[in-house]
């Protein structure tokens, strides 16, 4: 489903598969990314937790920016938050270009 048509009334609650382009980023006090989408339908986002992170070599957010993105997990609204998200599963996210990991000297 693209963003874009990804409403909450209709997908709340169930597993979801979710692509679009990455607008934006917002890390989370617990080391996990809430990405943010261009045009997502009740401004769902896409939450990447540390681990999926750390096998994706995401370091730097910035990275990310302008890709597209595809995501497969539980479409959810935590209790007292007006913004949904696709909480993604364990080796459940891609990025198109794919990010590569910067070889050390």
Known sequence: MHATKAIA???LDRQLIVWGKVG???PTRWGSL????????DD???L???KNLDRLHID???QI????????GNYLQPYGSRRPHVRVRQAAIAFSPRVHRRLRN
């Open 60 to 62: 730097n957010p910035e």
């Open 48 to 50: 990447v937790d540390k």
């Open 34 to 41: 809430m990405i943010r989408l261009y045009n997502a339908a």
């Open 44 to 46: 769902v986002a896409i």
């Open 9 to 11: 009334e209709e997908y």
């Open 24 to 26: 934006g980023y917002v």
């Open 65 to 72: 920016l302008e890709r597209d993105v595809i995501a497969y």
